[in-house]
């Protein structure tokens, strides 16, 4: 098997993406609310980002994303 070139953070990030969407696409298909998956992929989310910053730098960035929600900066209108 060969390996891949590393991807660039662009290709990267639209991969994820992707990826994020066919999995949501799908579970939705089998039955999973839109609610249950939001929780599951919130709290997997918040796992990994403790698993890969430690406590402190996720607890910082989870911060900065609750001003962000405050702000309006996830909402569906912007």
Do not use: C, H
């Amino acid at each position: 098997m060969s390996e891949q070139a590393p991807l660039g953070e662009n290709d990267e990030t639209d991969l994820a993406l992707e990826w994020f969407s066919a999995m949501w696409d799908e579970a939705i298909k089998r039955g999973v609310s839109p609610q249950s998956l939001s929780l599951v992929i919130l709290s997997a989310s918040v796992s990994k980002l403790v698993d890969i910053y430690g406590e402190q730098s996720a607890a910082e960035m989870l911060e900065a994303s609750r001003k962000n929600v405050e702000a309006g900066g996830f909402s569906s209108a912007n």
